[in-house]
């Protein structure tokens, strides 16, 4: 008697919540996913907002792992499921060649014009098989962060120009803070954490030592070589010295996290945590500035920062291209970049920008480090295509058995060399 | 009480001192990490961050838990969770039941096979299917909904039900159902409306174990969804991210975990003896 | 005759009532490993639209046995396992010991050893991976006061110690359920046998070792293999706390890497199921060994 009644409630309830599992699509809803690290999360929201109120249409903003390792994974999977529900992709530069198929060749949406307002060397990045796959939103390139009052304090007259000079700097100062009194001082912090973050660092220490690229252009691995070695080495001794132990589980917010609290003479990292340091509650507001990370010593040496920097792509699942690219537009605009060089101090990526009086007004370094910026070391994923992940998985590993003192560097290096080789097997 | 010698009773009480300072020892062990998630929760930024570490929070801050619901979509997180972890017990109690009764009650050729199958079933290592269930689902076209959860957390809760509901199933005295029987009852009108009242305290139990399992479950939920509109709680918390001023949210990360934390423990307190039993059900009568 | 065909009867309405789980199992279990098996014949990438397999036959089983990091994750998996799991019983059983014996609050004890269980793994790293913290963490504050340490310890950053400390986190959450096992097969001990060991004179440590021990062996037996196959495809904790890490990577771990990280469907699926095979071969000596009894 009670059956058939028992079967209709079971089965309203399975098609209510069948509908409640859909989304109720009203107008243009564009989705987009976009960064977690500092402020990202604020300021792309801003942004796409202002784009809705001006477009009439309405944005959905996603949140994604903090870490960068993690965000790939996620976005293969989404993609690689052919999933419709993200529109916008804020991309890595080093994943173009990676995802690229995924995404929808944006040359057919716009005005051949509008790619000559960004610097070439981004749009080629982004350029895959003669398709443009995305649009260059920031860059980025990994700077030395310094604690001009403590330099002061303890009568250096100016930021170190290379490893050595910052060993002793840090050392001295460490050691200086730590009699005042502040245990958890530390000279030098950056990303040791075993992640694509340290593929970058790594990379600008054994660019600097004149190692090259582990990978070179035309596709040799190369980073079995004794300046590469030195490079390790040298990062080895900073563990426990001038940085903490647990620098080797670090990435950027916990670099930040130690720099911004006041205990760290130096820090490695983007410029995004030049804003985030002189706001208004910042202990350290207004006692740091920036510059060029050191070079070795040698006459090889030479400065390098690691190429870093977001693109914005459309999926090609994507329901809405039309809306996606214009909102793609909006992002990588002139107004919306000079908003976000302004107040969250990311690094435009077209070149009339860095001549913008109220944007080298507000943010002096950007025009003082022009050449860093525009010189930066790119990750040798253009070479390596699709396989990129896991070269650079493999050397963030060796990396990091090297710089926890696991095994030596330079069995490291011969490990990582025949593990490449492996990798590469008949090409990239 | 025989009054023992001085020294006798000394011993005996500093024994006694010795076993309560162990247990508080145990107690303390057991339930400190969560203390301190709670502690933590309530912290301001400044002191979270701040050295040494203190024990107590200078004052209680909400913000906390207000900025879980705002800062991050964590309330659609845990209506994917509550709504994933429900349907996944109640589907795998509606289908275990019946196999439950099949294998406690009748004899048949194939039982000890399929017996086996069902508790190797409940041994897989998760990895061991990612590959083909991701496949499956795809094709089925549940990617990213809370149906590819239900659906691939049959895997684990399925088993495990039909485990210890047969086992309370045996424990039912055969008379009850040959009474039916003998009413002229045929064997699915006896499981409903004889054994399955009967079985109450088994589904209960099955089915706190069976929610439990996927309440917490991250393996699949974190391959099989891609965004909010079906990630559950602990792909969150896993991927929580900073949207905060000064530094990782460590103070959102602990709030939400206390946030989780809660219902469970609420659910242990409650039904701590039915916990219990199941998850000894199969374990000491082997 | 009457009765065979009443004994038939109700063979067909058990297959009935087993008809929908069977069906569900082969779905979501048997289907899935199936395909999963099939797919490591095959190279492919997920990174490939639309998806390009290539039969390979066993090259993705070549390229595993000599995968240095697919057998450094087995040595991981190992030695996570045989520490975590001894701990674990060890002082599962001494938990167990000690609250099986009578005083006020017990229900709360009992209580507090299933928090730990119910908390989910993902939640219990991070609140363990906060206390972790070099700088700010409360365990090196704790053990700093206690003067046990000189500095505070990167407990996860020092290689030597990632692994250390992901296996105590495991040991917090699994101990209090072992203790739990432990503790119902304890109370299902006749109470005179203590009794008759008591009148015969024996230590509290004899009355343990020849009366409790022998009769806890199928409990404890039981617990250990369970614990031992849960321990070997651990994901969760080892993800969570220090994420694709080679120090530390679990087997599930590597082969999610492959299978996600790197969109290699094939070789992925190759390694989920030499750990499918892995832990068949436990569950083989398991259900033979302690020979589980359907009647």
Request: glycine residues 8%; positive net charge; aromatic residues 12%.
């Amino acid at each position: 008697m009670n059956r058939p009644k028992w079967i209709r409630v079971a089965l309203a309830t399975l098609g209510f919540l069948a509908m409640g599992s859909l989304v109720a699509a009203e107008g243009v809803t564009v989705t987009i996913s976009c960064g977690s690290v500092g402020k990202d999360q604020t300021f792309c929201k801003e942004g796409a907002e202002a784009w809705a109120k001006k477009t009439g249409n309405k944005v959905r903003v996603l949140s994604s792992p903090q870490s960068t390792s993690d965000r790939l994974a996620l976005y293969q999977q989404q993609l690689a499921a052919g999933s419709s529900d993200v529109d916008v992709y804020m991309i890595d530069v080093i994943w173009p060649g990676v995802l690229g198929q995924f995404f929808e060749d944006l040359n057919p949406y716009i005005d051949p014009r509008v790619k000559e307002g960004f610097f070439p060397s981004l749009i080629s990045a982004n350029t895959v098989d003669g398709r443009l796959v995305g649009l260059p939103w920031f860059t980025d390139a990994g700077i030395l962060y310094y604690r001009k009052d403590l330099l002061q304090k303890y009568g250096f007259s100016k930021p170190p120009t290379t490893w050595d000079e910052l060993f002793q700097m840090a050392k001295t100062i460490q050691e200086g803070e730590r009699k005042a009194g502040n245990q958890s001082f530390w000279g030098f912090v950056w990303q040791g954490a075993s992640y694509e973050g340290l593929t970058v660092d790594a990379l600008e220490w054994i660019y600097s030592y004149g190692g090259g690229t582990i990978v070179d252009t035309k596709g040799n691995i190369t980073v079995n070589n004794p300046r590469a070695k030195a490079a390790l080495e040298m990062a080895r001794k900073w563990v426990g010295t001038i940085s903490p132990p647990g620098v080797l589980s670090y990435m950027e917010e916990d670099a930040r996290g130690v720099w911004q609290a006041g205990n760290a003479a130096f820090m490695r990292n983007w410029p995004y945590a030049y804003a985030l340091g002189n706001s208004a509650d910042s202990p350290i507001r207004g006692k740091f500035d920036v510059t060029v990370l050191p070079k070795a010593s040698t006459p090889e040496g030479r400065h390098a920062a690691g190429l870093g920097g977001w693109q914005l792509a459309v999926s090609r699942f994507s329901k809405h291209k039309a809306a996606a690219v214009d909102l793609v537009l909006y992002l990588t605009g002139y107004q919306e970049q000079k908003r976000r060089a302004i107040e969250g101090s990311y690094l435009p990526t077209r070149p009339a920008l860095y001549q913008d009086p109220d944007l080298l007004k507000a943010q002096p370094f950007m025009g003082r480090l022009y050449d860093v910026f525009v010189n930066a070391v790119p990750r040798p994923s253009a070479q390596t295509k699709k396989k990129y992940n896991q070269v650079s998985s493999a050397f963030w590993t060796a990396v990091h058995n090297a710089i926890s003192g696991k095994v030596d560097a330079g069995m490291a290096l011969r490990q990582l060399e025949a593990q490449l080789k492996r990798i590469k097997g008949a090409g990239w | 009480m025989p009054k023992g010698p001085k020294k006798f009773r000394l011993s005996r009480f500093l024994g006694q001192v010795a076993f309560y300072l162990l247990l508080l020892a145990v107690f303390a062990y057991l339930v400190f990490p969560f203390y301190w998630a709670v502690v933590s929760s309530l912290k301001s930024q400044q002191e979270l961050f701040q050295t040494p570490v203190s024990y107590w929070p200078e004052k209680l801050r909400w913000q906390n838990y207000r900025d879980v619901f705002i800062m991050q979509p964590f309330g659609r997180n845990l209506l994917n969770s509550a709504v994933v972890a429900g349907l996944t017990t109640l589907l795998a109690l509606a289908v275990g039941s019946f196999a439950a009764y099949a294998l406690g009650r009748f004899r048949f050729a194939g039982k000890r096979p399929i017996y086996y199958g069902i508790l190797a079933v409940s041994m897989f290592p998760q990895i061991s299917v990612l590959g083909g269930m991701y496949v499956l689902i795809k094709a089925l076209g549940l990617y990213n909904t809370w149906w590819a959860l239900v659906f691939s957390y049959m895997i684990f809760t399925l088993p495990f039900t039909i485990w210890v509901l047969t086992s309370f199933v045996r424990e039912i005295p055969a008379e009850l159902e040959e009474a039916a029987y003998v009413d002229g009852a045929g064997p699915l009108q006896t499981l409903l409306w004889v054994l399955l009242p009967l079985m109450a305290p088994g589904l209960v139990t099955a089915g706190l174990l069976a929610f439990i399992g996927a309440w917490n479950e991250f393996l699949f939920a974190l391959t099989f969804t891609v965004d909010d509109k079906a990630r559950t709680v602990p792909v969150a918390i896993a991927f929580f991210s900073g949207a905060s001023q000064f530094e990782l949210p460590w103070a959102q990360i602990m709030a939400a975990s206390v946030i989780v934390t809660v219902p469970l423990i609420l659910l242990v307190l409650f039904f701590q003896q039915r916990i219990i039993a199941g998850l000894t059900a199969g374990a000491v009568k082997g | 005759m009457l009765k065979r065909s009443l004994q038939a009867r109700r063979a067909r309405a058990a297959w009935l009532f087993l008809l929908p789980s069977l069906v569900l199992l082969t779905l979501v279990a048997a289907y899935p490993l199936l395909r999963t098996m099939q797919l490591s014949l095959y190279q492919a990438s997920i990174l490939d639209y639309p998806l390009r397999p290539v039969w390979v036959a066993l090259a993705n089983y070549a390229f595993l046995i000599q995968d240095a990091y697919w057998w450094l994750s087995v040595k991981n998996t190992v030695i996570f396992t045989v520490a975590s799991v001894s701990l674990e019983t060890l002082l599962g059983l001494g938990i167990a010991v000690l609250v099986n014996a009578r005083f006020p609050l017990r229900g709360l004890m009992r209580t507090a050893m299933l928090i730990p269980w119910a908390i989910p793994t993902v939640v219990s790293a991070q609140m363990w991976r906060w206390m972790y913290n070099d700088v700010y963490g409360v365990i090196n504050d704790i053990l700093l006061r206690l003067g046990l340490i000189a500095k505070p310890v990167a407990w996860l950053a020092e290689p030597s110690l990632v692994l250390a400390s992901i296996v105590a986190v495991d040991v917090w959450k699994t101990t209090p359920f072992m203790a739990l096992l432990l503790l119902a097969g304890l109370q299902s001990i006749p109470k005179e046998l203590y009794e008759a060991a008591h009148v015969d004179g024996a230590t509290p440590w004899q009355q343990f070792r020849y009366v409790t021990l022998p009769l806890l062996k199928p409990a404890l037996l039981v617990a250990l293999v369970f614990r031992t196959l849960d321990a070997l495809r651990v994901f969760d904790v080892v993800y969570v706390m220090s994420g694709t890490n080679p120090s530390t990577m679990s087997m599930s771990v590597y082969a999610r890497q492959q299978l996600v990280d790197f969109g290699a469907l094939g070789y992925g699926s190759a390694l989920s199921t030499g750990i499918f095979f892995i832990i068949a071969i436990f569950t083989v000596i398991y259900l033979t060994v302690l020979r589980v009894e359907v009647d």
